[in-house]
């Protein structure tokens, strides 16, 4: 990789790094951001990465660009399972998910179908065929989304965590997921099937918020070596009170039992201040976007708070994105 984007709120001091570059190497300095890997950068008061240009490709690949937009990228009832008729050119589906997973990277309301969708490559069914092309035609109705930044009013890390109880009808693993803001920004984000069957919703919570703690604490080395650590601790959300209950009292409990010993970690930041554990209701739990598919009022409200929305010019302006982000802080803190 030769290429790299560089940021600051010191135009001086990146002048001065871009100098120093300069004089140890041979590069080229292509002025303000464009398009670095699919993705565009539009510089606003609020900025605003999108990869519209790269949609707009899958959906030819597809053939699908005068297909009809829904709102949705998956019915609420539609499932992935393995059985069913196989699709006659594994290759074409293989070669839409395989573009759709990078799109996920500006498009986080994306991450659940596609994970679902990616599970079966292997041997996939005209059913899931069906199901890409709705996630394709759902692309064709946001195709100018983008996820949007903001000059952020506090620095605060927050991590909102998710889980499904044996989501998986086959198999009956749970699908958890997670969403990390840092000051009303969503810097990280995941949406996966636990490698192992949970006994209990308690327990497949429970794992959710050890893996988004795993997340949280590697952020906050990342930002100590930047030298921007917040002073506050990072908290993170779940809208499951036992698993809040395990995370912040020390005593062993019978709920706890056929958990693994070194999930338990998350107790142990807790109780050394590292790590403030809070209950959330579901209907503010953002991270459900990541686990399951939604009604669509439900899914339009968790991709607003995961500030995945239209350019500014497609949507008000300033004071549209400015109305969002105020929510979202308002909710967060």
Known sequence: MDNIILTGSDSSLIQ???SRLHKEFSVKDLGSLGYFFG?????????TLSQSSYAHDILA?????????VA???????TFLSKGTPFHDPTLYRSLIGPLQYLTITRPDLSYV???ASQHLKVPTFSHFQSVKCILRYVKGTISFGLTFSEPTTTKLVGYSDADWARCIEMRRSTYGYSIYLGGNLVSWSAKKQPTVSRSSCESEYRAMANTAAEIIWLTHLLRELHVLPEARPTLLCDNKSAIFLSQNPVSHKRAKHIDIDYHFVRGLVSSGRLY???????LQ???IFTKSLSQPLFEKFRGMLRVGPHLFDCGGVSTQRK?????CNIIF
């Not at 993705?39 to 900025?47: E, L, P």
């Not at 690949?61 to 937009?69: F, G, H, N, V, Y």
């Not at 554990?277 to 209907?283: A, D, G, L, V």
Request: glycine share 2%; charged share 25%.
């Open 72 to 78: 949705t990228p998956l019915v609420t009832i539609d």
């Open 16 to 18: 001065t790094f871009v």
């Open 114 to 116: 596609v994970n679902q």
């Open 61 to 69: 690949r597809a053939d699908l660009l005068d297909s009809k937009p």
């Open 39 to 47: 993705a565009r950068g539009h510089s606003f008061a609020v900025k």
């Open 324 to 328: 969002l982000r105020n929510e979202l």
């Open 277 to 283: 554990t809070k209950f959330i209701p579901s209907n």
């Open 286 to 288: 953002v991270a459900d």
